[in-house]
């Protein structure tokens, strides 16, 4: 369960973990929904009624307020493993602001490779926003197979930012190879490269002290067939 061995996190891959708990969250309060909405060019009446992971909330859950705030209901677990342990105890004794709920679906994944703590198809939709950017360089690919994994049948999952980079620059949001994404097909996962709404679909880049590059932004979006 959720508070077996290792703790609340214990099922976790480690470097994934750190790598969450890297995120510098600028402005620290994270992103209001508006924005979150618009670089995922999604609507808020699309989480309605769903089961939605918020992977890589920052500390005021203004993704999960806002939908509660539009009056959608949505079933939103907000995850950082960068939450202390206080801050979820005190988040527990809480349970009337069900926005501010910060709890693991099920128990955590038994497998040894798994980058999330949570089972499989566990959510309707997940989103992931500034994320990509603080993994570890050869972790992206492996996380967005994990993320795959745990979303539902006929779910949604979008992780954004990519960046379209010139071949002569390293990022490590730099766009996946669609080529690294074929296994995706066994998992009944089809993937698509959207743009986010504008001003959101370019992004200025600072490559060294000398150089900034004005790049194209994607989302990836996973989606998982019904059956």
């Given at each position: 369960g959720p508070d077996g061995e290792g703790g609340a996190y214990g099922g976790m891959?480690?470097?994934?973990?750190?790598?969450?708990?890297?995120?510098?969250?600028?402005?620290?309060?994270?992103?209001?929904?508006g924005?979150?909405?618009?670089?995922?060019?999604?609507?808020?009446e699309?989480?309605?009624?769903?089961?939605?992971?918020?992977?890589?909330?920052?500390?005021?859950?203004?993704?999960?307020?806002?939908?509660?705030?539009?009056?959608?209901?949505?079933?939103?677990f907000s995850f950082s493993?960068?939450?202390?342990?206080k801050e979820r105890a005190d988040r527990a004794r809480a349970p009337q602001d069900e926005a501010s709920r910060l709890v693991v679906a099920g128990s955590f994944s038994t497998n040894p490779i798994s980058y999330l703590p949570f089972e499989d198809g566990s959510f309707d939709r997940v989103v992931?926003?500034?994320v990509t950017q603080h993994l570890p360089q050869g972790d992206l690919v492996p996380f967005i197979y994990d993320v795959a994994r745990i979303v539902a049948k006929g779910g949604i999952a979008d992780i954004t930012p990519f960046y379209e980079l010139p071949p002569d620059i390293d990022h490590p949001s730099a766009k996946v190879p669609d080529a690294e994404l074929?296994?995706?097909?066994d998992m009944g996962v089809t993937?698509?490269?959207?743009?986010?709404?504008?001003?959101?679909?370019?992004q200025a880049?600072?490559?060294?002290?000398?150089?900034?590059?004005?790049?194209?932004?994607?989302?990836?979006?996973l989606k998982k067939a019904a059956v």
């Amino acid at each position: 369960g959720p508070d077996g061995e290792g703790g609340a996190y214990g099922g976790m891959n480690p470097r994934m973990k750190n790598a969450i708990e890297s995120i510098d969250y600028s402005p620290q309060e994270g992103r209001p929904l508006g924005r979150c909405l618009r670089e995922l060019n999604r609507t808020g009446e699309e989480f309605g009624n769903k089961r939605v992971l918020d992977l890589g909330a920052a500390k005021d859950l203004r993704f999960a307020r806002g939908l509660q705030e539009r009056g959608i209901k949505a079933e939103v677990f907000s995850f950082s493993p960068a939450f202390s342990e206080k801050e979820r105890a005190d988040r527990a004794r809480a349970p009337q602001d069900e926005a501010s709920r910060l709890v693991v679906a099920g128990s955590f994944s038994t497998n040894p490779i798994s980058y999330l703590p949570f089972e499989d198809g566990s959510f309707d939709r997940v989103v992931s926003l500034h994320v990509t950017q603080h993994l570890p360089q050869g972790d992206l690919v492996p996380f967005i197979y994990d993320v795959a994994r745990i979303v539902a049948k006929g779910g949604i999952a979008d992780i954004t930012p990519f960046y379209e980079l010139p071949p002569d620059i390293d990022h490590p949001s730099a766009k996946v190879p669609d080529a690294e994404l074929a296994a995706l097909a066994d998992m009944g996962v089809t993937p698509e490269w959207r743009r986010p709404e504008p001003p959101y679909d370019m992004q200025a880049l600072q490559i060294d002290l000398a150089t900034i590059v004005h790049v194209p932004v994607y989302v990836l979006t996973l989606k998982k067939a019904a059956v």
